[in-house]
């Protein structure tokens, strides 16, 4: 089934603690991107990979890192999560400027 | 940025009707997808559409740039439309989308 992957669907962290969530899309898309969604706020931009091997910055990217490991594969890293991450992260992938985005499944995280 | 407002913010239908919702933004685009959000939290892509008129099956959407909005039809509402609408735009070239607050709807049997 083409489109983009993403793991884990849900996780708890501790202040403190570390992780990376994954993005994977078989679709040969240039462009990814990772988005947060909290209520009443929308979904906003974290990062965004133009294309393989750029990364830059969203509206949000305090707290977070990204790699671009390949043209498939885009990671979001959390070095120290604080409460204020609790969110759901969608990461989206599009052929690029001029064309519709598909989006992931999503990720739960919930930071205590 | 460019701000986008949705109206309406949510918006009650029995199965059957008809529905218009609207996007309006501040700035020009050349990027505006609308999505749909349903109950499992599952983000799905209805319509990329900078300009002009699409359909697909009982959804259409049409935008008119040059006066920066956009309206999302629904018609013969099922409830299966239940969830939340996105409209988003983009103004650079790497269409990084800025989103809307979303319409609330609910479909009831």
């Known amino acids: 089934n083409a489109g983009v992957t993403q793991t884990p669907k849900f996780q708890v962290l501790k202040t403190g603690q570390s992780m990376t969530l994954q993005c994977a899309q078989d679709m040969n898309h240039n462009s990814m991107y990772w988005y947060r969604q909290d209520p009443g706020m929308g979904l906003r931009l974290i990062y965004y990979?133009?294309?393989?091997?750029?990364?830059d910055k969203g509206e949000v990217p305090n707290g977070y890192n990204v790699s671009r490991l390949n043209k498939r594969e885009f990671s979001l890293r959390l070095e120290s999560a604080a409460p204020s991450q609790t969110s759901v992260y969608f990461c989206a992938s599009s052929a690029g400027q001029n064309y519709g985005y598909t989006f992931g499944s999503g990720t739960r995280l919930t930071v205590v | 940025g460019i701000q986008v407002e949705q109206s309406p913010p949510d918006l009650i239908l029995q199965e059957g009707a008809n529905s218009t919702l609207r996007c309006n933004f501040s700035?020009?685009?050349?990027?505006l997808q609308w999505f749909h959000q349903n109950p499992w939290g599952q983000l799905i892509n209805l319509f990329y559409i900078p300009s002009g008129t699409k359909q697909n099956g009982r959804l259409s959407a049409t935008t008119v740039a040059t006066e920066r909005y956009s309206l999302l039809y629904i018609s013969s509402s099922q409830t299966t439309d239940s969830g939340v609408y996105f409209c988003?735009?983009?103004?650079?070239?790497?269409?990084?989308?800025?989103f809307g607050a979303g319409t609330q709807v609910v479909v009831t049997p």
């Open positions: 990979s133009a294309s393989e091997g750029t990364t």
């Open positions: 988003a735009v983009a103004a650079d070239s790497w269409g990084k989308l800025q």
């Open positions: 700035d020009s685009v050349n990027n």
